[in-house]
């Protein structure tokens, strides 16, 4: 009578629980990285220009409105007549 080897049927039982290792893409893998490449900065930009829009581009535009409401050119012309500063017109004592 023969007796088996426990070493040998467990080594057995091994092989074929390991896993091969998948073979890398090669094909096409700059494309792909370009592409991928491509949809990140292009949405990137997308996101910084609504971010600028909405951050600085809109409260700028509020200030300036809000400044103009109240500014008087032809007030502001007296003013600056009076410190001289104009070489067209002397300044009115």
């Not at 930009?45 to 103009?68: H, T």
């Not at 008087?72 to 004592?93: Q, T, W, Y």
């Amino acid at each position: 009578m023969v007796l088996a080897n426990p070493l040998i049927s467990d080594l057995s039982k091994m092989s074929g629980a390991v896993a091969k290792t998948a073979k890398p893409v090669l094909r096409g893998l700059l494309q792909n990285q370009i592409k991928k490449n491509l949809i990140v900065g292009i949405s990137l930009c997308i996101a910084a220009g609504i971010l600028m829009k909405v951050g600085i581009n809109d409260p700028q535009k509020a200030r300036y409105a809000e400044f103009y409401k109240s500014y008087d050119i032809d007030k502001d012309f007296v003013r600056i007549k009076n410190l001289g500063l104009f070489e067209s017109c002397g300044a009115s004592d």
